[in-house]
T-cell receptor, first 114, second 110 residues
Framework: GAVVSQHPSRVICKSGTSVKIECRSL??????MFWYRQFPKQSLMLMAT?????????EQGVEKDKFLINHASLTLSTLTVTSAHPEDSSFYIC??????????FGPGTRLTVT | SQQGEEDPQALSIQEGENATMNCSYK?????LQWYRQNSGRGLVHLIL?????REKHSGRLRVTLDTSKKSSSLLITASRAADTASYFC??????????FGTGTLLAVQP
């Protein structure tokens, strides 16, 4: 089956610093990647959709200048949380799609901002 | 994004019993999918049912879809302790974006 990895799996950073999370499709080319955020005991909320080579489309209420998304190749998308604050602490999950209705999810990244 | 509603929010059953979870959504869909998530982990895709399908089976899983009522159900038969997890429905429209439901936390007691 299709495999999607995320790195790092866990990260702790200080308030005010920036953190980059990578999402890779290991065995297929992902024309579209999605980024989700999940707070404890809650569901996944879509943050943005990124297509290779073009700007990401952000969901309402998600600050594009705070959550920078780059999808430079068909196998890699990155999410950078800039000037992180404690309220950004969350579980960030990416998914990748080859263009059909299947999305393959990464294992998630636990971000803790102190 | 508007989320679908799932009920119950939490369900506790004994091993061997069946578990039923329900999902309601608000917009027209292309397909509806069910996922499982173990605590603190990523999502595992369970089953996809298209809008023109009414029922689908996969192993111990049975999914129904009623587009007139905008609802779906997931039945897990003969549950096992390993089925303990959170279960989410997610709907997809024409854009391939997934809108997730609120989830059901299933606990299967051995």
């Amino acid at each position: 089956g299709a495999v999607v990895s995320q790195h790092p799996s866990r990260v702790i950073c200080k308030s005010g610093t920036s953190v980059k999370i990578e999402c890779r499709s290991l065995d297929f080319q992902a024309t579209t990647m999605f980024w989700y955020r999940q707070f404890p005991k809650q569901s996944l909320m879509l943050m943005a959709t990124s297509n290779e080579g073009s700007k990401a489309t952000y969901e309402q209420g998600v600050e594009k200048d705070k959550f920078l998304i780059n999808h430079a190749s068909l196998t890699l998308s990155t999410l950078t949380v800039t000037s992180a604050h404690p309220e950004d602490s969350s579980f960030y999950i990416c998914s990748a799609s080859a263009g059909n209705y299947e999305q393959y999810f990464g294992p998630g990244t636990r971000l803790t901002v102190t | 994004s508007q989320q679908g509603e799932e009920d119950p929010q939490a369900l506790s059953i004994q091993e061997g019993e069946n578990a039923t979870m329900n999902c309601s959504y608000k917009t027209s869909i292309n397909n509806l999918q069910w996922y499982r998530q173990n605590s603190g982990r990523g999502l595992v895709h369970l089953i996809l049912i298209r809008s023109n399908e009414r029922e689908k089976h996969s192993g111990r899983l049975r999914v129904t879809l009623d587009t007139s009522k905008k609802s779906s159900s997931l039945l897990i038969t003969a549950s096992r302790a390993a089925d303990t997890a959170s279960y989410f429905c997610a709907t997809a429209g024409a854009t391939n974006k997934l809108i997730f439901g609120t989830g059901t936390l299933l606990a299967v007691q051995p």
